[in-house]
């Protein structure tokens, strides 16, 4: 299943289609998203029941686990399995809501309500920015608060038709938290790249009427059910260790947060041992945790992007690649020597010749996309036949 790919909406219905893969309860949903990341919003894995084509990258991870979490809560609170009724009810939920933010955005819920429809809502959901420059070289472009969309959901199928006013309080509460508990805390970079995030990914509150607040901890006895308070106090328990300590100050922010979401001392600090076990098994993989100046974090997002692009167009590549063995000598060549101005010429002239065939490749032919070229055509050889490479050496 490619998730960058048209049709995959209609893949996943697929994989789920019948009794296949369900959950016993919103318990084991729960635990599976926070497995996966996305109760955390650091997607680092997908359900075990879907095998995709290539590495996912984290963008299209939070895309399946979102569509994974809004389908099992579909059949955990209706009791039914129909996926062209879950894809009706989503569309309805996400209009409800009033998420359209754009033109684009309200002439997919008002439109046709196909699978390919919502391919473009949920890509509407998962990307904080509005541009393909910006999604393209912007490492934080994935929505933090997807989870959120969960609970909202699961309360509309329960009944609920004021969706907006429970989403506006329940992002409310979610900010406000993760507030305290940066200020619970002394500031560092990461600290400050994190609640960029957070603010970045709000979608129903604007982040200029912020109310910072003691307040919030009167709504929280009030509003939500245990699984909404069991995210929260993950979001917080996040939000204190995300530099690997936990101060006296952090950790009494926590437990008294607990008590006020009606845990026991016990469930709060199994909640920050779940929190602490997988950021030391994920640290690597969590992209405001890293410390690089602009130009390191600029460049490994190019590389990301076009190692992305060259996995999902390998098959036609090839074809292209076959049919210009110039094409194919030069770039051979340059895995062992430098090429010439006027090598380099020809290579950059028939690369954008086949860039124009291939739709997904177009930001190659776009003002400035020749910086990409020197990184495509480090990573181009290795789609190339062994033959072509007489240095390879095989592993």
């Avoid at 039914?80 to 209009?95: A, G, I, P, T």
């Avoid at 904080?128 to 420059?133: G, P, R």
């Avoid at 490994?300 to 590549?317: A, T």
Wanted: proline letters at 3%.
């Amino acid at each position: 299943m490619n998730p960058s790919g048209s049709g995959w909406i209609n893949k996943f219905g697929f994989l789920v289609s019948g009794d296949a893969v369900s959950f016993q309860d919103f318990t084991a949903l729960y635990d599976t998203l926070k497995k996966t990341g996305f109760v955390y919003g650091i997607n680092i894995a997908i359900p075990d029941f879907i095998t995709p084509e290539h590495s996912l990258s984290e963008d299209e991870m939070a895309k399946v686990n979102l569509l994974n979490a809004l389908y099992g809560t579909f059949r955990l609170q209706t009791r039914e399995s129909d996926f062209e009724r879950f894809l009706s009810l989503v569309f309805q939920f996400y209009k409800d809501l009033k998420v359209s933010h754009s033109s684009l955005l309200n002439k997919i819920l008002t439109g046709s309500k196909t699978s390919a429809q919502l391919e473009k809502l949920i890509d509407s959901r998962v990307y904080l920015a509005d541009n393909l420059i910006s999604k393209t070289f912007n490492r934080i472009i994935t929505n933090s608060l997807l989870c959120l969309d969960i609970f909202l959901f699961k309360r509309y199928l329960g009944g609920s038709r004021e969706i907006r006013k429970e989403a506006e309080s329940l992002e409310y509460l979610t900010i406000n938290i993760s507030y305290h508990a940066l200020s619970s805390k002394e500031k560092s970079k990461s600290d400050e790249r994190l609640a960029e995030l957070f603010a970045a990914s709000l979608s129903f509150i604007a982040s200029d009427a912020k109310r910072f607040d003691g307040t919030y901890r009167e709504k929280l006895q009030i509003d939500g059910d245990r699984y909404e308070h069991r995210y929260l106090l993950d979001i917080a328990c996040m939000t204190v260790w995300e530099d690997k300590s936990l101060g006296y100050s952090e950790s009494e922010f926590i437990f008294d947060l607990g008590k006020n979401l009606g845990f026991s001392d016990g469930q709060v600090a199994r909640s920050m041992d779940e929190t602490k076990s997988f950021f030391a098994k994920n640290a690597d993989s969590i992209p405001f945790l890293k410390d690089t100046n602009a130009a390191v974090q600029l460049y490994d997002s190019m590389v990301k992007v076009v190692n992305k692009l060259i996995l999902r167009n390998s098959k036609r590549l090839q074809k292209e690649l076959s049919e210009s063995k110039e094409l194919v000598f030069l770039l051979s060549k340059s895995t062992v020597k430098d090429l010439s101005p006027e090598e380099k010429k020809r290579v950059q002239n028939q690369l954008i010749d086949i860039f124009k065939s291939i739709p997904s490749l177009a930001i190659f032919i776009l003002p400035g996309g020749a910086v990409l070229l020197p990184i495509f055509i480090k990573m181009i050889p290795k789609l190339l036949p062994s033959s072509f490479d007489e240095n390879r050496v095989e592993k």
